[in-house]
């Protein structure tokens, strides 16, 4: 098992404010999976995908990949992890908007220590960015500008490539190639797919979905 988590609990606000968004939830990806969580807006989609990309830090329960426990790690221990293994894409793209496309691509890889010249080459062109490394975020269509994002995510081969509403900011036939390219990707670098997603025909393209709600998983 590539990642398991085991009865992940989340709360927001203190007092009679507490929210309690995420109460007991468990699941598990195989190496090379693809996995679409589904669920309503505010149902926990974004709070749980965080926590399973390290950005933030559970109230109780676990989080182990490969054989290891990651929910005890301080800030810096996540932080590294997450650049190892992980790789993240966002709704909004959240590109680095003073660094040109080729170097938002490397940012990541390079901080791994983990460049791989004809790997990123295949990914460029994959991605149809060659003609554009060059520009800047802001010279960009929303589709470019999220496949730079997938670029980014997947440079480094991480083993894990979470992504939030990937293509909740694309037009129907952008979100199409994207995820057609993000899928074709993932199965070439034998990287897990875990994706957030309000769209029943995106979920269909992964092998497995579950559901969010209630603060737990069906
Ligand atoms: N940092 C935060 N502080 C306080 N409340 C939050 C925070 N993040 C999310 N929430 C609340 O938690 C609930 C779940 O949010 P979220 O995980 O973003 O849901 P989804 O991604 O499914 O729309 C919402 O009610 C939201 O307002
Ligand atoms: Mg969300």
Redesign the pocket.
Known sequence: MLVRVENLE?S??SGSER?A?LRGVSLAVSAGESLAIT????????????LIGLL?APDAGEIWIKDEDLSGLDDKGRAERRRHQIGLVFQQFNLVPSLSVKANILLQARLANRIDDAWIDALTERLDLNACLDRFPEQLSGGQQQRVAVGRALAARPELLLA??PTGNLDEETSAQVLDLMLELCADAHTALIM?T?SMTAAERLSRRVH?TGGQLT
């Open positions: 989340k927001y606000g929210q968004v669920g309503e807006s505010g149902s926990g989609k974004s709070t749980l995908l965080h933030d939030d509403e957030v309000h969010l």
